[in-house]
Structure formats: C-alpha cells, structure tokens
C-alpha cells in the first residue's frame, strides 16, 4: 500500500511538508499511494518552472477529476486544457486587471461591514458571544462572490436559509463516505460508479442542476439590462458579457468556477486567520491600530449596501493599501495554510522533469502545503507564523536581506504594500505556491488577496476574538489531522474544521 496509510491518516499535503525538510532530493521526490500507483512530488525550482510555466500544457488535470468535477460544474476555466483554456483566460482577463480588482473594493468592503454588523446583533442575543466560524465567515464569502462576480446580492448573510446558499452546502459539504468515494474515483472507472446506488452522487447532479438555472437566469437578466447601457457593470459577469467571446453555456461553466473557487479558498484563508488572531492577540492589536489610523470610519446600511464614508465619499482600494502590516499578515496566512495544500497533475505525453524522464501517464503532485514552509527557502522558523517576515523593517525578514543584497539604497526600513510583497520573499518565484504560477496560475488571486484583507480589517476592527474552547500552544502542525488541537478538515479547501470563537464587540470603522 505504499505510503497510503499515511497520506489518508494526516492533513492533506502534510507527509510531504516533512519530506520536503528531511529528505535529500534533486526537486523530485517519487513515492506510492493507493494500490502502490506512482506519484511524483515537484519541489526544486527548475523542476517547478518546467511543470509551470515552460511545459505547462504537457501536464492536465486527472482525467477522472476532471469528468467528476466537470459533470458537476462544467469546463469552465478550472478545468479547461490546451488551447480552449488559453481561449477562456485571454477573454477573462480584463474582469481581473489590476484596475478592476480596486474597482471592487467597495463591495468587498460593504459585504465585510454588513458581516460584522450582522454579527454584531446576534451576539447580543448571546451571552456568550460564540460564533461557529465557518458558517459565518462562508455566507459572508458567497455574498461577495454574489455582488463582486454576478453583480447579485445573494444576501446570504441576512438569510442563510436561501435556496441558493441551502443548495451549496448540500454540494460543497460531502460525509465521510462521500469524501472517500472521491478519493477512490481516482483508481477505480468511471463505468464502476454508474453500477452503485449512490444517493449522494444524485443529489450533487440535482443540486448543480438547480444553481445552474439560478446562474441562466442572472446571465439572462445581466444580458438585457447590459443592452441599455452604454458602460457595463464592475461585476464580473458584465465584463465576460460585454466581451462577446462567451456563449450562455460557458459562462454559466464560468459562473459555477467562480462560485466554487472563489468561496471556497477565501471562506478557508479566513478561517485561519481567526485561529491565528485568537493564538495572537498581540497581532490583533497591532492591526487593529493600522486600520483605525488608516481606515476612515464607514457606517454601514446593509438595506442599501452604503459603501461610503462619513464624509460621502465611496470605499478607497488606498484605504487597504496603506494597511501594510494587514497586508503582511494575510501573506503569511496565505503562505502558512495554503488553502489548496495540493493539486495533482498527469503528463499528458512523455515528457522530461529536470532531466528525469516522465512516461505519459505519470501523476505529478504540486504541493504548497509543502513548498510553502520549506526550511531552505524561508529559514529555520519557515512553520512559525511570523508576518514580519513580510517587512522589510524586520531584520531577520527574508524581503529585508534580499533588499540588502539587491541594492542598499532601496533596502528602506518600513512596511511594503502589496504589490511589493510578492517579490521580496526568496530569490525565486516558485517558493509560495499558493496561486501555483505560469500560465495556469489561479486568475483570481488579486481578487482573493483584497477579499481577505477586507474582511480581516472589518472583523478585527470590531471585535476582539479568542478561542470558545482552549486550544493548545505552539506553531507547528501535528499529526492526526489536528493543527494545534483543530482539527484540519479537507474537502475542496484546507480549513480549521468546527473552529468557534468568542467575541467582543468594540466600536468598529
């Protein structure tokens, strides 16, 4: 059985996340799963940049992972391959541009403040002020896929017992059972599942079937309004529309790709952020202070989505700009918890890896479980979560050394946005995989990245957070499925499974 028993008892990506350390490799790592079938894990650079970037459509999704899932949620741009997948992201682009994704910030910001307002209200009603985190922080993140991507407000937080959010859950919240069937479709054919009486499989086609007809009627309604505009809409729908490039059955494909990948990722980015708030609360204080020195006070009406401060004037992307220890936060946690700890691959030719010869067939595993914590990468503390690694005003930060090294003069002892960031880790692009990288890199990763800081600056702002329940200390992962006495549970995302919090409400931004 090879190493199976191990992979299924641990943390998805975990096993790897130790070898990556203890194991002397060239960037290749071969090991054997179920049935004792061939995996080989990518870590070196060069190997990365190969499966990435310069041979990126040699490698394919899992041909049963891509029938699974694409029967469920179409061949939008997650599942696309070759030259169709090329044609999807050229067209999608522009609803991700670096402008665009600023233009967004008042909705991502209006759904933040309507989360902590609504929070706000409810834990009046409670004494003790626990909250169940993921169910929370999950009608949150559909709301803002709702209003950032359809340019519809599912007011999921208001009412979470809408059809659509009822559907979703039903879909995206398999058992036990069901996760282990969907481990085994790996290995087993297609023509095997049809013969089971499996209730679950019926129910996931029936589901899709009702938020596809709910995803028609809103590119339907999008249509005939975008007809009477001279300008479409910052949603992102209306600017797949207005491209013309898209029949109604792709974008609907696009539509539930969006749904998926951009509620799932983010609902569990924010649930490791509050168990990471709750085992700080240094960090909680720290950013509490940036916000409120940065962040303009915003009242909030959630009847008319208010985006405007007391002065009248709408949300500024500059606002989350300025937050750069906010910033550097989120870019730990991302880099931390990855919230897809693993994806596989399989050459789709024979093919070469680092000079290794790869036969066509062969699964590759990306791991950013594992890439993202490497010792040799990010130094002795690479499993403690440390955001000032971050800043260039930390002396031990990577960013710092390598700006002394690249240039004293630009090695300016402050915080740094965004933007600069994401080049100031190790001297490569390849050793934060969380987005993976090259043309197959995830097209959203700026509108997740905002989303994020949104929603940890509106929370901190207003409460401060600890644990419902202890939790124990320390900053490595253990074994048994628990990160620190959480449980990490792993369906399409890695999350911080049955987290509860307890909060206190101060007076907000």
């Not at 909250?131 to 407000?153: E, K, M, N, P, Q």
């Not at 879909?171 to 036990?176: A, D, E, F, M, V």
């Not at 009627?217 to 729908?237: C, K, S, V, Y």
């Not at 989505?305 to 730990?332: H, M, P, V, W």
Request: aromatic letters at 10%; glycine letters at 8%.
């Amino acid at each position: 059985m090879g190493h199976f028993s191990r992979i299924v008892s641990e943390p998805q990506g975990q096993p790897l996340r130790q070898w990556i350390n203890d194991i002397p490799q060239n960037g290749l790592i071969r090991y054997l799963d179920f049935f004792n079938t061939e995996r080989i894990a990518v870590f070196g650079f060069t190997a990365l940049a190969e499966v990435l970037v310069h041979k990126a459509y040699d490698f394919v999704k899992p041909p049963q992972f891509a029938r699974g899932l694409g029967s469920i949620f179409g061949i939008g741009l997650f599942l696309a391959e070759g030259e169709e997948h090329k044609r999807q992201r050229r067209n999608l682009l522009p609803a991700f541009s670096y402008r665009h994704i600023k233009d967004l910030h008042p909705a991502f910001w209006s759904k933040s403040q309507e989360l902590v307002t609504s929070l706000s209200r409810h834990i009046q009603y409670d004494e003790n002020g626990e909250i169940d985190v993921d169910d929370w922080v999950s009608r949150a993140t559909l709301d803002i896929i709702g209003l950032a991507a359809f340019g519809h407000d599912f007011q999921t937080i208001q009412y979470p017992s809408g059809v659509l959010a009822e559907t979703y859950r039903k879909i995206l919240s398999p058992n036990r059972w069901s996760q282990l069937l969907g481990f085994l479709s790996f290995f087993l054919p297609p023509w095997f599942w049809s013969l089971l009486p499996i209730q679950h499989t019926g129910e996931l086609v029936k589901g899709s079937n009702i938020i596809k007809g709910i995803c028609r009627q809103m590119i339907r309604a999008r249509t005939e309004e975008l007809g009477f505009r001279t300008h479409p809409n910052r949603d992102i729908l209306s600017i797949a529309i207005a491209s013309g490039a898209f029949s109604e059955e792709d974008l609907v494909n696009q539509l539930m790709t969006f749904l998926v990948a951009g509620h799932e990722t983010t609902t569990a980015a924010m649930g490791w952020s509050l168990y990471e708030l709750c085992r700080n609360p240094s960090i909680q204080h720290r950013i509490r202070d940036e916000i409120r020195t940065h962040i303009p006070a915003q009242p909030f009406n959630h009847r008319h989505a208010d985006r405007r401060n007391e002065d009248g004037k709408e949300f500024e992307a500059t606002y989350i700009d300025r937050c750069t220890y906010l910033q550097a936060f989120c870019s730990e946690i991302l880099r931390l918890y990855p919230p897809i700890p693993l994806t596989m691959r399989v050459a789709a030719r024979d093919t070469t890896i680092s000079d290794t010869r790869i036969p066509k067939g062969t699964t590759i595993i990306l791991a950013p479980w594992a890439v993202n914590t490497s010792i040799e990468l990010w130094g002795e503390d690479a499993h403690v979560f440390r955001p000032e690694r971050w800043l260039s005003s930390s002396p031990t930060s990577t960013a710092n050394q390598r700006f002394h090294r690249l240039s004293t003069k630009n090695a300016v002892q402050r915080p740094l946005p965004l933007e600069r960031q994401k080049s100031i880790g190790p001297d490569t692009p390849y050793a934060f995989l969380t987005f993976l990288g090259g043309p197959r890199s995830c097209i959203g990763q700026s509108f997740a990245r905002a989303e994020l800081a949104c929603l940890v600056a509106a929370w901190v702002g207003a409460f401060e957070t600890e644990f419902a329940r202890v939790v124990e200390a320390g900053g490595r992962v253990g074994k048994g499925g628990l990160v620190n006495g959480v449980e990490v549970v792993t369906g399409i995302s890695a999350r911080p499974g049955g987290l509860k919090v307890r909060v206190r409400g101060f007076r907000g931004i």
